[in-house]
């Protein structure tokens, strides 16, 4: 995310990846998540991850809506979707990567933040101000 709010400070035009879908996660929530896991009795796979799907783009979107008033030059950011191969990533990665967690929520007998959620609480950590 820090990489993300620098480069809309220094890029008008910025293409981001479109069409990978996958369970964008606040690592600050994932480890409440584990430390809670660890406290009760249970095995087998447990997928945990912030709820809701999203590419590199929604994220993006979501950054730069929530932090362009803060940020010098980022008010004028034109974000443009694009696709895996327009991106030319030598690694190939799946279109759909979204994590079914209503184990967790079972489990643990609440839902998971959402993505969007998630990314609000990291740019408050980061001293942003945002609702």
């Known amino acids: 995310m820090q990489t993300m709010i620098r480069v809309f400070g220094e890029q008008q035009k910025i293409?981001?990846?479109a069409d990978q879908v996958g369970s964008?996660?606040?690592?600050g929530w994932l480890a409440e998540v584990i430390l809670d896991l660890t406290r009760i009795d249970c095995n087998g796979?447990?997928?945990a991850a912030c709820s809701g799907a999203a590419s590199w783009y929604d994220?993006?979107?979501?950054?730069?809506?929530?932090?362009?008033e803060s940020i010098e030059?980022?008010?004028a950011v034109e974000l443009l979707p694009q696709t895996t191969v327009e991106c030319g990533r030598p690694a190939q990665r799946p279109l759909f990567s979204v994590l079914d967690c209503s184990r967790?929520?079972?489990?643990l007998g609440r839902e998971p933040i959402s993505w969007q959620?998630?990314?609000?609480a990291?740019?408050?950590?980061?001293?942003y101000n945002v609702d």
């Open 45 to 47: 796979v447990i997928h």
């Open 73 to 75: 030059n980022a008010v």
């Open 117 to 120: 959620d998630g990314i609000k």
């Open 122 to 127: 990291h740019l408050k950590e980061l001293g």
């Open 15 to 17: 293409r981001i990846g």
């Open 104 to 107: 967790l929520a079972d489990v």
């Open 24 to 27: 964008p996660t606040w690592s």
């Open 59 to 68: 994220v993006a979107s979501e950054v730069l809506n929530l932090t362009k």
